[in-house]
């Protein structure tokens, strides 16, 4: 109570939804009475209907009493609800799911997905498009508050705004959207519903909770026994398995799964791109497993190409980090596999609900290195239990070879696997569980070789380190890109470095060779100073005598009266 409406229940038939989820029993009725709700419950449980049923019912009751009225100028549209949303692919998510109910409960309010990736023009044409109707949004942050300053009092009026939700809020919090956050609730009424739904209750998101909704109905649904935070239908396990092991181990478990769907988390986008390469050449023949990457620094068009991709499957590896990781409803899910565990521990959880979700079963296999065991019991701790699995490491396929192979073919390869292996590095030093993961521990030998290094990149992170890894002889300025234009481009560059290099080694000699004559030119200088002074002071002694030996002459011809005393007095005046 209250009912919802026709239409609503007709959509959750046709969709096969019989019976309410314990969280949308327990939010849909305050929600529907007027209430702010926060809402904490496990992932997979079903939180993006126990808040867009509300939204549709809500809506549609305030239209058709008249509560809600068209915006008061035709070129207006008047902003009703809002939907905030951590990644591109969940607002994605949610605006497809709440279309379906759209268009049979409240046809006449426009749907508007407000996401990075798109042009400015693009989202104010959306804007215009809805010029003269009701609207809500469901965007990311960052581009539904450049949205509200852009458009508000201009094209957008919020008088009759009714319904705010944050979706995953302490993830909006953890990924630094605290001001964002702030400036979209400056732009809407305080007198409206606001919704925090979230997989953990942070003490971040209760402080939101505080400052942004008012006496609100706290709403937390756990698992049965209370004894783990995880579904009871997922089944939880770790193997033990060295990093130059692990692309051995993955591409032997996937082989042993095939025909099943599975998620491959990793820690960075560099090594998102780089496996999604050495797994798409590894899985190639006649009996192909489709392999599709995705990460958060992938363009947008290609970000959805992938994920549309991906959900269309019945089998097939997803490669992602963990842009994936939060609320994503990928359909059949069987396996989730953590080749790195996560850097954020709370995404632990929030990586593994992406299988077993809404009552059904699924999986969950973390790769964890000897020295980093302790993680098992922290999770137990956490309430997250996981048992051992065990892989066959010593007699399994070892693929590092074939890998090395395919890098010689394509320099694409060796540079994706140094970038890689440098940001790997990178993450490792600043993960949040350092007191397990410790960056001294770190075999960064196996690690090197995990990412089929042929030489160590320089890098900061690597000085003063002794690592176990031994360099090949191969010149790596020879392996070619496979791409012929790529391999052209780099030719070109190739033939100005060496020129700049040329130009800075003649000029290096130049300076050497300078400097190695200064001493000499100098020494050069300072000896005919030295002896233009000793000239000098000689010269002046002997012309002085001269002068006196004159005039002693000049005396004695005046004492022998050769010359008169006038002409001798003259003479020395003269010289004066």
């Not at 769907?261 to 023949?285: A, H, N, P, Q, Y």
């Not at 010593?394 to 890689?420: C, H, Q, W, Y």
Request: proline fraction near 4%; charged fraction near 30%; charge should be positive.
């Amino acid at each position: 109570q209250p009912p919802l409406c026709a239409e609503i229940l007709a959509e959750t038939d046709a969709l096969g939804f019989e019976h309410m989820t314990p969280v949308q029993a327990a939010t849909l009725p305050l929600f529907l009475s007027n209430k702010d709700v926060c809402v904490d419950a496990c992932t997979g449980s079903g939180k993006t209907l126990a808040f867009v049923l509300p939204i549709v019912q809500l809506l549609k009751a305030k239209l058709a009493d008249g509560s809600i009225t068209a915006p008061r100028h035709a070129d207006l549209t008047k902003l009703v609800a809002m939907v905030v949303s951590p990644t591109r692919e969940l607002a994605r998510q949610i605006f497809e799911c709440a279309e379906k109910f759209f268009a049979g409960a409240l046809p006449g309010v426009q749907l508007l997905l407000f996401v990075g990736g798109t042009s400015v023009d693009e989202d104010l044409s959306l804007i215009r498009g809805a010029v003269g109707k009701c609207s809500v949004v469901i965007g990311t942050p960052g581009r539904t508050e450049d949205l509200l300053n852009r458009c508000v009092g201009s094209s957008v009026e919020t008088r009759e705004f009714e319904m705010l939700i944050l979706d995953e809020a302490d993830t909006l919090l953890d990924m630094g959207f605290e001001v964002s956050l702030n400036k979209i609730l400056e732009h809407l009424p305080k007198q409206r519903r606001t919704g925090l739904f979230s997989a953990t209750q942070t003490q971040e998101v209760k402080a939101l909770a505080r400052a942004g909704l008012r006496n609100p109905a706290t709403i937390s649904v756990q698992v049965a026994n209370n004894t783990q935070v995880t579904p009871t239908t997922l089944q939880n396990y770790y193997c033990l398995v060295g990093h130059d092991q692990r692309l051995s181990a993955l591409h032997h478990f996937v082989q042993s799964k095939k025909g099943q769907k599975l998620i491959v988390f990793f820690s960075t986008c560099g090594s998102v791109d780089f496996f999604t390469r050495v797994l798409e050449e590894l899985f190639k023949g006649d009996e192909a497993i489709p392999v599709v990457g995705l990460h958060g620094k992938m363009p947008q068009k290609k970000r959805t190409t992938n994920y549309d991709r991906f959900s269309s499957l019945e089998s097939g590896l997803l490669v992602c980090t963990d842009v994936v990781a939060r609320g994503i409803d990928l359909p059949d899910v069987d396996w989730i596999v953590q080749y790195d565990p996560p850097q954020d521990p709370n995404f632990f959880v929030h990586r593994v609900g992406r299988t077993a979700r809404a009552g059904r079963s699924g999986c969950a296999l973390s790769f964890l290195s000897s020295n980093e065991d302790a993680y098992v019991n922290f999770l137990k701790i956490r309430k997250v239990p996981c048992e051992e699995m065990t892989l066959p490491l010593d007699t399994m396929e070892d693929v590092l070879p074939n890998v090395k192979s395919f890098i010689l073919e394509d320099r694409d390869l060796l540079e994706k696997g140094t970038k890689a292996f440098m940001a790997f590095v990178r993450s490792y030093k600043e993960h949040q569980c350092q007191f397990i993961f410790r960056f001294k521990e770190l075999d960064l030998g196996a690690v090197a070789r995990g990412f089929c290094l042929l030489q160590l990149p320089k890098i900061n992170e690597l000085r003063n380190v002794r690592i176990n890894f031994e360099k090949t002889d191969i010149k790596t300025t020879d392996i070619k890109f496979k791409d012929k234009a790529r391999e052209k481009e780099r030719q070109k560059k190739l033939v100005v470095i060496a020129k700049e290099n040329e130009a800075r080694d003649k000029k290096n000699a130049e300076m050497r060779e300078k400097k190695r004559k200064r001493p000499l030119e100098e020494e050069n200088q300072k000896q005919p100073r030295r002896r233009e002074k000793k000239k000098g002071l000689h010269q002046q002694i002997v012309e002085e005598w001269d002068e006196l030996a004159e005039e002693e002459k000049l005396y004695k011809k005046l004492k022998k009266g050769k010359i008169t005393e006038e002409e001798y007095e003259k003479v020395l005046l003269g010289k004066a």
